[in-house]
Structure formats: structure tokens, C-alpha cells
């Protein structure tokens, strides 16, 4: 969920407390007493042929434009696919999940861009989920896809999805967008051990917000540093890729022919997404390594 505008925050009494947030002294474990959400109305806006997804505030959603309903529209939404430099998701039983559900971008781009891909959407406002079929064009569950009413936090605690997702896409922002509303070591740990190996995690945080840096310092602790993080874009939107499994040892120069094909097979900007990952990396100058 994008973090275009950048006027007041209205406060929302319909805020839930962040399930996997706890307090100093809590054990990471424990998992919070459950209770009902409560949810902000979700509210369209459409502006120069886009169509964008609110929570009853002026803050963005999510997006689509009109006349390309299956492509990706916003810039950070584009850079959470950064993780096919790394991963092909030709091979069998490729497992892509969106924890958070938006405009739906992502799990419509990766159901029609990769047809041997299972794709997973968790979304738990059932009205976002009506939104994604009824206003951003997202198609009904079938062979492949899969979009389930169900909280973040309980499917990464789930035991059987460990070891079972190759990517996790993780954009997890309430009305307020205040920041991820899952952001402890408990729930990225979680995170990391959906994940196959090789996989990765891309997440959406908000970069000149004070949970910025908690986050990171969270997510590198929980998947041991190996993060690669993109410089902001929009107002705030800082993409970061977490890698789990073998060590990644591979040539800028073999990065930059992967990207050359995966913007040629599918329009995303990938050239761009290697520019600005060796620049943000530049003592690795022959190499990537992490």
C-alpha cells in the first residue's frame, strides 16, 4: 500500500491494534489476545485515467490504470517484483504470496505473467477483497490462485506453509499508514521460514517515518543481514529485498542480463531496479554478494 500523500493523518477509531506488535518485556512467542477488527471504510478516487484504493483518508492504497488494468502503476509496486533478478518463476510448483492485498496489482501481474506460478493473496478485510473483484479487476479463485480472508500474522505462524513459498510480498498498512502494522523479529522470523531456499521476502516500509528503522533493524536480525534495501521513491516508499537460503554470489554484469530479460518478457523496469541496487551497493563494484 502506497504512501503517496503526505498532508495530515487523520486518526481513524477504526485502527485495530497490530497483531504481532507487542510491548518491552513481552516474549516474541506469545501472541496477542485476539480480537474483532475493526476496519476504515475502503473509498475509491480516480484521477487522469487511474483508479486509486483508499481507507476513508486521503493515503493511497493501492492503484490501477484504466486502459492497463493488469499492469503494475506505481513505482514501488514495480520494485517488489525486484526479486525476479534472483528467482525464476518458471520452475514447477513456483509459490508467489501477497500478504496484503490492495488493488490487487501484484497478484493479477504475477496470476497472468507466470502461468506455471501458484499465486496467494492474504487479505483480512473481506471488503478489500470485494473491492479487488468488483473495482480492480481481479479475477475469481481458480487452479492457480488463491486469495484467502485471513490475518498476516496467523498464515506466516501456520506451520504448514514453512519451507513452502519461493517469494513473500509483504505491504501491510492500515488507515492511518503509521507503518506496517506486523513489524516485530517474531513476525519476519516467521516471515523467513515460509520461505524455500532459495527465496526471498520484498516488503513495502515508509522511509522517513520512525518505523523505518526498527524495521530494518528487525528484518536484518531475522534474516541475517542478508538485505538489500532500494533508495525511496514517492513520499516515503522504500522497497527492501530479504534473502533466505544460499549464499548469493553473482557478477553485476549477470544481474544486468537477467534484467534485460525479465523487462523484455515483462514491460517492468528492471534495468533500473539494477542501477539503483549497485549504486546503493557501491563497494560490491564486480560483484554481488550477500
Known sequence: MTLLKRKSIEAVASRRPARGTRNRGETPAREEKRMTPRFAPVTFSELDGVRYLHFGTEWVQGAMRLRKPDAIELEY??????????????VDEFHVVQLGLGAAALTKFCHRQF???????????????IA???????RQDDARLTVREQDAWDYVMDGTHADAIDV????????TARGPVLDTTAFYRACRRTLKAPGVMTINLFGDHDSFPKNIERICEAFDNRVLVFPE????NIIALAFNGPEIDVAWEVLEARA??????TGLPARDWVRKL?????????????
Open 260 to 265: 534485460d530479460v525479465v523487462e523484455h518478457t
Open 278 to 290: 549497485h549504486a546503493a551497493n557501491a563497494r560490491q563494484e564486480e560483484r554481488l554478494r550477500i
Open 77 to 90: 509496486a514495480q520494485q517488489m517484483m525486484a526479486w525476479l533478478l534472483f528467482l525464476s518463476p518458471s
Open 115 to 129: 502461468s506455471r506460478a501458484r499465486v496467494t493473496a492474504v487479505e483480512l478485510n473481506p471488503a478489500v477483497i
Open 168 to 175: 513473500l510480498q509483504v505491504d501491510l498498512y492500515d488507515a
Open 132 to 138: 479487488g473483484r468488483s473495482m480492480f479487476g481481479l
Open 233 to 236: 521513491v514517492h513520499d516515503g
